[in-house]
């Protein structure tokens, strides 16, 4: 890459103007790492410098096929050039084909296209408070869990059990109760009539990759039918392939369906797109009119999710296959380090938990070509694209050996 010249007459780097000019404009709500991303191929993102590094994080779990998958780059490309944006006025080829497939893979009938995880979150929320208070309006009140985590939106903040990404912004939507994970009798306790909706991560990903019990489930979905309560499944970061299902609830046997899902991250691989799939009770707290979104479901977004469920039909087998492969590794190396506690996960989502902080050791993998990423201080948490492959993973493993040696 170039090294302008500054106005001063010194040289900066692309990568030093870059920062600089984000420092100077932005919001400065993010922490970022200090590299400049330029490009990717596969598993690995390239920097303006050239530096490649090989990524275990895809974008927070979102470029689930890695970087310039040939197929996705020739679905956007053929769409560029045909219609990108239509509006939710009018009809395009594109949202009902998906609407079906969602609904073949999920067991739920019917989907409302939105943008992000949240921006799902809230369309779920505006339907457990619209079936609630049809029945009797003091039916507000949402469960939710300890430590989860569902969006920054006021609404998702609202239903998120980490008070501090909370308490800035209180108060908050009231009528929402938070309940410890995986603790049966707490939720038994908590329910009531006027519960309208009980909302739940089946694996919790920014909260240290804990997964729930199918017990606990059960119990949620009996719970849920007992008060005529709408039970919601936030599939935002475990759901879509991740966990070697299509949702992390189909990990049960027999599996318990929500009556609404919410997933995102991974779905159109990089194009905005999130989705809420509901049964025919919860769709009918909607009527027309009631919710909407401008930029949800065009036909970009819409078409590469169609061509990514294709492509993850045939994944599904090696993400589960890899993901064990790479918690045997990790579990070696738990073995040879006192201080890993514990490695849990399903999949490719994985957590290491550790008993001392993580932090350096994301940067110490940054240095060295690897991109890893660290929740709730001591949980090293991977999610690498589906297409990785037992190389790249020793090659990984490999890299981390030397950096859990410094401790
Ligand atoms: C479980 C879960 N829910 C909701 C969200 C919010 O999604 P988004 O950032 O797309 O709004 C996230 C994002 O990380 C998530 O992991």
Redesign the pocket.
């Known amino acids: 890459m170039s090294t302008p010249v500054a106005p001063s007459g010194e040289t900066t780097s692309t990568s030093d103007r870059i920062k600089s000019l984000e420092s100077e404009f932005l919001l400065q709500n993010y922490a970022r790492y200090p590299v400049v991303m330029h490009r990717g191929r596969g598993c690995y993102l390239y920097d303006v410098d050239g530096k490649r590094y090989l990524d275990l994080i895809s974008g ?2 979102v470029n689930a096929l890695g970087y310039a998958h040939p197929r996705m780059t020739k679905v956007m490309r053929e769409q560029a050039g045909l219609l990108l944006h239509t509006s939710n006025l009018y009809f395009h080829e594109y949202q009902g084909a998906l609407a079906e497939r969602l609904a073949r893979i999920s067991g739920l009938r019917r989907t409302f296209f939105c ?7 809230e369309g779920a929320l505006k339907m457990i408070r619209s079936h609630g208070t049809k029945i009797q309006p003091d039916k507000y009140e949402v469960i939710s869990l300890d430590n ?6 006021t609404g ?1 903040l609202a239903i998120t059990g980490q008070p501090k990404y909370r308490k800035d912004f209180e108060p908050l939507l009231p009528g929402v109760r938070f309940v410890p994970m995986n603790d049966i009798a707490a939720l038994e306790q908590t329910c009531s009539e006027r519960t309208a909706g009980i909302v739940i ?1 089946w694996i ?3 909260g240290g990759v804990f997964p729930m019990s199918a017990e606990y489930a059960a119990k949620a979905r009996e719970l849920a039918d007992r008060y005529d309560a709408l039970l919601v499944f ?5 759901g879509v392939g991740r966990p070697g299902t299509y949702f992390a609830y189909q990990l049960a046997d027999p599996v318990i369906l929500p009556d609404i899902m ?1 997933a ?2 991974p779905l159109a691989c990089g194009v ?1 797109l ?1 989705v809420l799939v509901s049964n025919e009770k919860a769709a009918a707290s909607i009527a027309p009119g009631m919710h909407g979104s401008t930029f949800g479901g065009g036909p970009l977004a819409c078409r590469l999710a169609l061509e990514f469920l294709d492509i993850l039909d045939g994944l599904l087998p090696s993400i589960r296959a890899h993901g064990a492969y790479f918690r045997s590794k990790l579990q070696d190396l738990a073995r040879r380090h006192s201080y890993i506690r514990e490695v849990r996960g399903e999949g490719l989502m994985i957590g290491v938990q550790l008993d001392i902080p993580g932090k350096q050791m994301v940067n110490d993998a940054l240095a060295d070509g690897l991109l890893i990423n660290c929740t709730h201080d001591t949980v090293l948490r991977f999610l690498p694209p589906y297409i990785i492959t037992e190389r790249e993973i020793d090659i990984a493993i490999k890299k981390l050996a030397k950096i859990f040696k410094k401790w």
């Open positions: 927070i779990g943008n992000s995880g949240a921006e799902g979150m989860s985590f569902h969006g920054r939106t998702a991560e919790q990903g920014e936030d599939e935002i970061q475990c919410v995102a991250k905005p999130g």
